[in-house]
């Protein structure tokens, strides 16, 4: 279920480019575009970044072409960043071609996990639901265009779960990120819009701004969001919010599985409350 980003042009657009590639790579990109006139800011390390997160799980090694391809960075650039992340032991290097993240990495992450409450939190909250339910849960929060999950559990009737605390997926393929975007104001949801790239993962996934604003609409009213099959056939989701103690919208809480055990109806009688109860618990 994991997702491949879409590369990048120079001017920081979705499609084809051969910045990277043997081109020239572009000045500023998209993390860069609210801070290029910042005397503090530092485009080196933003970019560092980029080439780290151009690892996925469709991309777990790669060669300096690929990354470059993928971030829209030149290879040159891209070679002294993965240099610098290998000798810091960040990455490593096979046959002096391919690179991968080591797991000192994981220790970026485990950062930003150690210090919000919501992810100590929502671990054990998950486990009670998904050992009740019987079916996969999680916790994820809305990051640019995507979803990152910062909690994941998995009854014994699910196979081994693709995806992993860390993990990405597009918001506007999956129940929590509906449920996030709902609870944007205005101006976030048409910020949204001027960057995201609609990937038609099933017939199912909203390919548009009209279909993300009807979407949006529907679940302000009922206060929920259903990804009947939007991210991957035979599966679905049903998600709520999860509020603060001020009553802001923060993260998400899902139930996820297949279609075969779990029909829309019974999501909504059987599941919706016992996620309410549980969004409930997480308030911090």
């Known amino acids: 279920m994991g997702r491949q980003r879409a590369p990048r042009r120079a001017d920081g657009g979705a499609g084809e480019s051969d910045t990277g590639a043997g081109g020239q790579g572009r000045d500023e990109g998209d993390a860069e575009a609210g801070f290029c ?11 560092g970044l980029e080439v780290i997160q151009a690892f996925t799980n469709q991309g777990r090694e790669m ?28 990455a490593t290097c096979r046959d002096g071609t391919r690179f991968s993240l080591t797991p000192k990495a994981v220790s970026l992450g485990n950062a930003y996990l150690s210090g919000t409450p919501l992810s100590g939190k929502a671990q054990p909250v998950l486990d ?17 265009t995507d979803i990152v999950y910062i909690a994941r559990a998995a ?10 605390v860390g993990s990405r997926l597009p918001a506007h393929a999956t129940s929590i990120g509906m449920v996030l975007l709902a609870h944007l104001p205005e ?16 017939e199912n996934t ?11 609409g529907q679940v302000r009213k009922d206060g929920y969001a259903i990804a009947n099959q939007q991210m991957e056939i035979g599966l679905r989701s049903i998600a709520v919010p999860v509020r603060d ?20 109806e019974q999501m909504r009688t059987r599941f919706l409350p016992l996620l309410r109860e549980a969004a409930e618990a997480l308030r911090i």
């Open 37 to 47: 006139d910042e005397r503090n800011f530092v485009t080196a390390l933003a970019r």
């Open 63 to 90: 060669s300096i072409s690929q990354i470059s391809y993928r971030t829209g960075i030149t290879r040159a650039a891209v070679r002294r960043y993965l240099h610098t992340l290998t000798a810091l032991g960040y």
């Open 128 to 144: 009670r639901l998904s050992e009740t339910v019987r079916e996969a849960c999680s916790v994820a929060v809305l990051e640019g």
């Open 155 to 164: 009854s014994s009737r699910i196979m081994s779960p693709s995806l992993n």
């Open 187 to 202: 101006a976030g949801v048409e910020a949204y819009l001027a960057k995201v790239h609609f990937l038609p993962f099933t």
């Open 206 to 216: 909203i390919v548009s701004a009209e279909g993300l604003w009807e979407m949006i």
């Open 245 to 264: 103690r001020d009553g802001k919208v923060v993260s998400g809480i899902n139930i996820i599985g297949p279609t075969s055990r779990m029909s829309v």
